[in-house]
């Protein structure tokens, strides 16, 4: 069973920037995705970015586009997630996410497509 162990959360100023981290625990496939969630308050839970292990393919929302960078350490089985010119409207719980299978290519995006979830970190950025 896979688990996920976050960190590097915190507060920010507006234009600032931050890297979280999350790092997998178990027996993975290789062909495994991993990625971010995010949640404010009184929101739904929207998909911030991933990656697809296997092949490296990334994709992001549109919102953090040229400011979000995602990237993997096999040798660690850790996922990054480096965050500059942070806006107050980043501001929200960020959750690392595990989907067990995706394939050499796909990334997946959805909610219901992420079989782990992590126990989220906190990101504030003050304007």
């Known amino acids: 069973q896979v688990q996920l162990i976050e960190s590097g959360g915190g507060l920010v100023q507006a234009g600032g920037s931050l890297r979280l981290s999350c790092a997998a625990s178990g027996r993975t496939s290789g062909k495994h995705s991993m990625g971010w969630f995010l949640q404010a308050p009184g929101k739904e839970r929207m998909f911030v970015a991933a990656i697809n292990w296997s092949s490296g393919n990334t994709y992001y929302a549109d919102s953090v586009k040229g400011r979000f960078t995602i990237s993997g350490d096999n040798a660690k089985n850790t996922v990054y997630l480096q965050m500059n010119s942070l806006k107050p409207e980043d501001t929200a719980v960020y959750y690392c996410?595990?989907?067990?299978?995706?394939?050499?290519?796909?990334?997946?995006?959805?909610?219901?497509?992420?079989?782990?979830w992590g126990q989220g970190t906190q990101v504030t950025v003050s304007s």
């Open positions: 996410v595990f989907d067990r299978y995706s394939g050499n290519y796909y990334v997946p995006r959805e909610v219901p497509e992420y079989d782990v």
